[in-house]
C-alpha cells in the first residue's frame, strides 16, 4: 500500500516534469497539432470524392474516425523520443540511482504524453466537426468511442517506451518509433474497407489490432452496432499495456546513460 | 547492523562509507573491473584516479546500484548494494560522468524535482533548494532554463542536485572532465567546500593533478585492477626520489654530459625535451645540485640550468604502470 502510494507520488512528480515544459515549448505542441488537421483536410478532400464505403453516405463519417485513431497512435511516438533523449543524457543514471519507484518514470512519461495527445484530439476534433463530421449516436456511444481510442494510443506509448530504452539514441528512436505505425495504419480499416485490399493483405488488415479499435469507434460514433469490437479492442489494450509495461520497467532497471 | 542517521548531526557506526571488496564485473568480452578492493572512511576524500577504460565509471556504477557485480561485494555505510538497493540509494548522491539535468527545466525546478523524488516533500525540496542554489553560486540564474547554462554551471548544479538529500556519501565521476580552467578552479573549490564540511566524497578522475590537489587518498586504477593506493605524497615517494634536470649550453656536449652525470644517478639519465637537456632519478634530499654543477664544469661542459623536481603524479603513473595516463577528452 505504502508503495503504491509512493509509486503513484513519483509517477506524478515524473509526468508533472514533461507537462511543464509544455507551454515552454509550444512550437513543438502547434506542429504535432497541425500534422492531424493536415491529414483530416487533406483525406477528407482529396479522397472524399473518389472513394465510396458500402454502408455510409458520406465517407467523411468513415473516414474520420480512422484519421482520429492514427493521429492518437502516431501520438504515442512521443514516449519512445523522450526516453531515449533521457538516457542520452545521463538523467536516467540519476534516476536510478534515486530511492524512487522503477517504474514511476515511464508512467510519468506515458501520462504526460497521453494528455498531450488529448489536447491535440481535442482540437482535432473541433476541426473535425467543422468540416462537417457529427456524432450519429448517443453521446454515450461518442464518449465511449473516444476513450478506446485514447487507451489504445496509451498502450501503444507502453510498447514505445520498449522501444525508447531499447535504442540507442534519439535519432534511432524518432525512426524506430514511428516506422511500424506506417504499415499498422495503413494496412487496416482506417482509410478503406479491407475487403477491397489483395487477399493476404486483407487478412493481415483484419487481424490488425488497429483495426479492431478503429471499426469499434467508427460504429460508436456513427451510432451503428459495434459488436464485439468494443470488447476485443478493450482486451488489445490491457494486453499490450501488461506486457509492454512489464518488458519496459523491467529494461529501465538494466539501461544505463550512453 | 544498519547505521543509525540522524540528518542534523552525524553518522554513527563503525562501518567504512563505501567498501568494495573483490569486485568483478564483465561486459562480454571486457573485464571491466577485475577483483577491486577499496575502502573510504567516513568523512574522507579518495580519488579514483585512472586512464580511459580503466574501470572508473564502472566502479561508481557498481556503488551506486546501477549496474550489478558478477562477483565480490560492494556495501555503503555497510549496506550491501544489491541486497538493500534502495536502502543504499537514501545515502548516496551521484553526479554521473554525463550531466544529468533536465535542461527544459528551470535551475530551481531541477533542485525541487529531484527533492520530491527523495521523498522531501515539496515545502522542504523548495527550502533546500534554495539554499543551495546559493550555496553554488546560482542564486542569479536560478529562474532560468537550464539549457542556456554554461558547462560549469551545469555541473555545479548537477552535484547541487546529488546533494538535496543532505547524501551520506557523494559519488563524483569525472567531475571537471570537458570544463574550461576557469570553471575547473571553480569546480574545485566547491569540492574542497564539500570535504570541509565534512562530507565522504569518492570522486574520479584522469587528471593527476586533480586527485593531487583533492583527494587526502588516492587510489590508481588501471585495467580494472587497483594497482597503488596511497596519500599523494607516498605515490610520489614510490618513484624512488626526485628528478634531476640539466640543460648543457652547446648540443654537442651532450653524450659527454651524460658520462658525467651517470655516475652522480641512481638509474639512467635520459634525453629531455630539446637537444641540449637531460633527465635523470636522483636520491631526493642530497647535496646534488653543487656536485653536478661542478663535474660538468670540471670537464669544461656550461651549464644553463640544473633543477630538482619532485616526482608529479604522471611519473608515478608511469613508474607503476609502465605506460602514460591519457588525459585525452573522455566522449
Ligand atoms: N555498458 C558497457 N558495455 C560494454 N563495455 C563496457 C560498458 N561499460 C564499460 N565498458 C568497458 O569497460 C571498461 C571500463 O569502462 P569504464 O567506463 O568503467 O572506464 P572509465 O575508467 O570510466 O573510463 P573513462 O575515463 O573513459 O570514463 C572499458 O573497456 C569500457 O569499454
Ligand atoms: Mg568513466
Same mark, same amino acid.
Given at each position: 500500500?505504502? %508503495?503504491?502510494?509512493?509509486?503513484?507520488?513519483?509517477?506524478?512528480?515524473?509526468?508533472? %516534469?514533461?507537462?511543464?515544459?509544455?507551454?515552454?515549448? !509550444?512550437?513543438?505542441?502547434?506542429?504535432?497539432?497541425?500534422?492531424? !488537421?493536415?491529414?483530416?483536410? @487533406?483525406?477528407?478532400? &482529396?479522397?472524399?470524392?473518389?472513394?465510396?464505403?458500402?454502408?455510409?453516405?458520406?465517407?467523411?463519417?468513415?473516414?474520420?474516425?480512422? !484519421?482520429?485513431?492514427?493521429?492518437? &497512435?502516431?501520438?504515442?511516438?512521443?514516449?519512445?523520443?523522450?526516453?531515449?533523449?533521457?538516457?542520452?543524457?545521463?538523467?536516467?543514471?540519476?534516476?536510478?540511482?534515486?530511492?524512487?519507484?522503477?517504474?514511476?518514470?515511464?508512467? #510519468?512519461?506515458?501520462?504526460?504524453?497521453?494528455?498531450?495527445?488529448?489536447?491535440?484530439?481535442? &482540437?482535432?476534433?473541433? =476541426?473535425?466537426?467543422?468540416?462537417?463530421?457529427?456524432? %450519429?449516436?448517443?453521446?454515450?456511444?461518442?464518449?465511449?468511442?473516444?476513450?478506446?481510442? =485514447?487507451?489504445?494510443?496509451?498502450?501503444?506509448?507502453?510498447?514505445?517506451? &520498449? !522501444?525508447?530504452?531499447?535504442?540507442?539514441?534519439?535519432?534511432?528512436?524518432?525512426?524506430? #518509433?514511428?516506422?511500424?505505425?506506417?504499415?499498422?495504419?495503413? =494496412?487496416?480499416?482506417?482509410?478503406?474497407?479491407?475487403?477491397?485490399?489483395?487477399?493476404? @493483405?486483407?487478412?493481415?488488415?483484419?487481424?490488425?489490432?488497429?483495426?479492431?479499435?478503429?471499426?469499434?469507434?467508427?460504429? @460508436?460514433?456513427? #451510432?451503428?452496432?459495434?459488436?464485439?469490437?468494443?470488447?476485443?479492442? @478493450?482486451?488489445?489494450?490491457?494486453?499490450?499495456?501488461? =506486457?509492454?509495461?512489464?518488458?519496459?520497467?523491467?529494461?529501465?532497471?538494466?539501461?544505463?546513460?550512453? | 547492523?544498519?547505521?543509525?542517521?540522524?540528518?542534523?548531526?552525524? $553518522?554513527?557506526?563503525?562501518?567504512?562509507?563505501?567498501?568494495?571488496?573483490?569486485?568483478?564485473?564483465?561486459?562480454?568480452?571486457?573485464?571491466?573491473?577485475?577483483?577491486?578492493?577499496?575502502?573510504?572512511?567516513?568523512?574522507?576524500?579518495?580519488?579514483?584516479?585512472?586512464?580511459?577504460?580503466?574501470?572508473?565509471?564502472?566502479?561508481?556504477?557498481?556503488?551506486?546500484?546501477?549496474?550489478?557485480?558478477?562477483?565480490?561485494?560492494?556495501?555503503?555505510?555497510?549496506?550491501?548494494?544489491?541486497?538493500?538497493?534502495?536502502?543504499?540509494?537514501?545515502?548516496?548522491?551521484?553526479?554521473?560522468?554525463?550531466?544529468?539535468?533536465?535542461?527544459?527545466?528551470?535551475?530551481?525546478?531541477?533542485?525541487?524535482?529531484?527533492?520530491?523524488?527523495?521523498?522531501?516533500?515539496?515545502?522542504?525540496?523548495?527550502?533546500?533548494?534554495?539554499?543551495?542554489?546559493?550555496?553554488?553560486?546560482?542564486?542569479?540564474?536560478?529562474? *532560468?532554463?537550464?539549457?542556456?547554462?554554461?558547462?560549469?554551471?551545469?555541473?555545479?548544479?548537477?552535484?547541487?542536485?546529488? +546533494?538535496?538529500?543532505?547524501?551520506?556519501?557523494?559519488?563524483?565521476?569525472?567531475?571537471?572532465?570537458?570544463?574550461?580552467?576557469?570553471? *575547473?578552479?571553480?569546480? $574545485?573549490?566547491?569540492?574542497?567546500?564539500?570535504?570541509?564540511?565534512?562530507?565522504?566524497?569518492?570522486?574520479?578522475?584522469?587528471?593527476?593533478?586533480?586527485?593531487?590537489?583533492?583527494?587526502?587518498?588516492?587510489?590508481?586504477?588501471?585495467?580494472?585492477?587497483?594497482?597503488?593506493?596511497?596519500?599523494?605524497?607516498?605515490?610520489?615517494?614510490?618513484?624512488?626520489?626526485?628528478?634531476?634536470?640539466?640543460?648543457?649550453?652547446?648540443?654537442?656536449?651532450?653524450?659527454?654530459?651524460?658520462?658525467? +652525470?651517470?655516475?652522480?644517478?641512481?638509474?639512467?639519465?635520459?634525453?629531455?625535451?630539446?637537444?641540449?637537456? +637531460?633527465?635523470?632519478?636522483?636520491?631526493?634530499?642530497?647535496?646534488?645540485?653543487?656536485?653536478?654543477?661542478?663535474?660538468?664544469?670540471?670537464?669544461?661542459?656550461?651549464?644553463?640550468?640544473?633543477?630538482?623536481?619532485?616526482?608529479?603524479?604522471?611519473?608515478?603513473?608511469?613508474?607503476?604502470?609502465?605506460?602514460?595516463?591519457?588525459?585525452?577528452?573522455?566522449?
Amino acid at each position: 500500500m505504502e %508503495r503504491l502510494r509512493w509509486t503513484l507520488h513519483d509517477s506524478w512528480v515524473e509526468a508533472e %516534469r514533461h507537462l511543464r515544459v509544455i507551454p515552454r515549448n !509550444i512550437e513543438l505542441l502547434i506542429f504535432a497539432t497541425i500534422q492531424p !488537421i493536415m491529414f483530416l483536410a @487533406l483525406f477528407a478532400y &482529396v479522397f472524399g470524392g473518389s472513394i465510396s464505403i458500402p454502408g455510409f453516405a458520406d465517407y467523411d463519417q468513415f473516414l474520420m474516425p480512422g !484519421i482520429f485513431s492514427q493521429s492518437l &497512435v502516431f501520438g504515442s511516438a512521443f514516449t519512445s523520443i523522450g526516453l531515449a533523449e533521457d538516457l542520452s543524457k545521463g538523467l536516467v543514471d540519476r534516476l536510478r540511482s534515486l530511492p524512487m519507484s522503477r517504474s514511476a518514470v515511464i508512467i #510519468g512519461r506515458t501520462v504526460s504524453d497521453l494528455v498531450r495527445n488529448l489536447f491535440t484530439f481535442v &482540437v482535432m476534433l473541433v =476541426v473535425a466537426f467543422v468540416l462537417g463530421f457529427r456524432f %450519429r449516436g448517443s453521446l454515450l456511444d461518442a464518449a465511449t468511442a473516444t476513450a478506446l481510442l =485514447v487507451l489504445f494510443s496509451y498502450a501503444l506509448s507502453w510498447v514505445q517506451a &520498449v !522501444i525508447g530504452l531499447a535504442v540507442s539514441s534519439v535519432e534511432a528512436a524518432n525512426s524506430a #518509433g514511428f516506422i511500424w505505425m506506417f504499415p499498422l495504419t495503413f =494496412v487496416s480499416s482506417a482509410f478503406v474497407d479491407p475487403s477491397t485490399m489483395p487477399g493476404a @493483405l486483407e487478412a493481415v488488415a483484419d487481424a490488425n489490432p488497429f483495426t479492431v479499435v478503429t471499426n469499434a469507434a467508427r460504429a @460508436l460514433y456513427n #451510432g451503428l452496432p459495434v459488436g464485439n469490437d468494443a470488447w476485443w479492442s @478493450l482486451v488489445w489494450s490491457v494486453g499490450l499495456i501488461a =506486457v509492454f509495461s512489464t518488458l519496459a520497467t523491467r529494461r529501465f532497471s538494466n539501461s544505463t546513460s550512453a | 547492523m544498519v547505521a543509525e542517521y540522524d540528518r542534523h548531526t552525524h $553518522w554513527v557506526t563503525d562501518f567504512p562509507a563505501v567498501e568494495m571488496t573483490g569486485v568483478v564485473k564483465r561486459f562480454g568480452e571486457t573485464l571491466a573491473l577485475d577483483g577491486v578492493d577499496l575502502s573510504v572512511p567516513r568523512g574522507a576524500v579518495y580519488g579514483l584516479l585512472g586512464p580511459n577504460g580503466a574501470g572508473k565509471t564502472t566502479s561508481v556504477r557498481v556503488l551506486t546500484t546501477l549496474i550489478r557485480p558478477d562477483s565480490g561485494t560492494a556495501k555503503i555505510d555497510g549496506i550491501d548494494v544489491v541486497a538493500d538497493p534502495d536502502a543504499v540509494r537514501r545515502r548516496i548522491g551521484l553526479t554521473g560522468q554525463y550531466a544529468a539535468v533536465d535542461e527544459r527545466l528551470t535551475a530551481r525546478e531541477n533542485l525541487i524535482y529531484v527533492g520530491r523524488l527523495f521523498h522531501l516533500g515539496g515545502a522542504e525540496s523548495k527550502r533546500r533548494a534554495g539554499e543551495l542554489l546559493d550555496r553554488f553560486d546560482l542564486a542569479d540564474a536560478a529562474d *532560468r532554463v537550464v539549457k542556456g547554462f554554461s558547462g560549469g554551471m551545469r555541473r555545479r548544479l548537477d552535484i547541487a542536485m546529488s +546533494l538535496i538529500a543532505n547524501p551520506s556519501v557523494l559519488f563524483l565521476d569525472e567531475p571537471t572532465t570537458g570544463l574550461d580552467p576557469r570553471s *575547473r578552479l571553480q569546480m $574545485w573549490d566547491v569540492i574542497s567546500d564539500l570535504a570541509a564540511d565534512g562530507t565522504t566524497v569518492l570522486l574520479t578522475t584522469q587528471y593527476l593533478e586533480e586527485a593531487d590537489r583533492l583527494a587526502e587518498r588516492i587510489v590508481v586504477i588501471d585495467h580494472g585492477h587497483v594497482i597503488a593506493e596511497g596519500t599523494p605524497d607516498e605515490l610520489k615517494s614510490r618513484t624512488g626520489g626526485a628528478l634531476l634536470s640539466v640543460s648543457i649550453a652547446r648540443a654537442e656536449n651532450r653524450e659527454r654530459a651524460v658520462s658525467v +652525470l651517470t655516475p652522480l644517478c641512481t638509474g639512467r639519465v635520459e634525453h629531455g625535451d630539446d637537444d641540449r637537456s +637531460l633527465v635523470a632519478p636522483i636520491v631526493a634530499g642530497d647535496r646534488v645540485v653543487p656536485g653536478v654543477i661542478r663535474a660538468l664544469d670540471a670537464q669544461g661542459i656550461d651549464v644553463l640550468d640544473v633543477a630538482v623536481r619532485r616526482p608529479s603524479l604522471d611519473d608515478v603513473f608511469l613508474a607503476l604502470t609502465g605506460h602514460i595516463a591519457t588525459e585525452e577528452e573522455a566522449v
